[in-house]
């Protein structure tokens, strides 16, 4: 299983990105999938994610509550977070993951495949 993150960038405190997460996998329906997050000198640590199949389930860190959306578009094989009003504390490295074990709020070690990570940059 391959996970292609894309959709990072640089933008002003206030504005909004969407990341998309393309996987190579027949089952992506079977996986729960997760954005996580690594800033600079800090544990990555969990942002949002959503069950698997229908994706009816969704988990979302209290930091960012109300102002991230994860969803999913299993005929595409891909996953979404929409940010909006983002602030200079949501900068980091943004990595996109997929657990078989279907957890909807999976521990680092649950991971089983991980993309490789896109960059958002926030600023003041």
């Known amino acids: 299983v391959q996970l292609q993150a894309s959709g990072g960038g640089l933008v002003q405190a206030g504005g909004s990105l969407r990341l998309s997460c393309a996987a190579s996998v027949r089952t992506f329906s079977a996986y729960s999938m997760a954005w996580f997050r690594q800033a600079p000198g800090k544990e990555r640590e969990l942002v949002a994610a959503i069950s698997w199949s229908s994706g009816s389930i969704a988990y979302y860190a209290a930091s960012v509550q109300g102002r991230f959306t994860i969803s999913r578009d299993n005929a595409k094989n891909t996953v979404y977070l929409q940010m909006n009003s983002l602030k200079p504390e949501d900068t980091a490295v943004y990595y996109c993951?997929?657990?078989?074990?279907?957890?909807?709020?999976?521990?680092?070690?649950?991971?089983?495949?991980w993309g490789q990570g896109t960059l958002v940059t926030v600023s003041s």
């Open positions: 993951a997929a657990d078989r074990g279907g957890s909807t709020r999976p521990r680092l070690d649950q991971v089983d495949y």
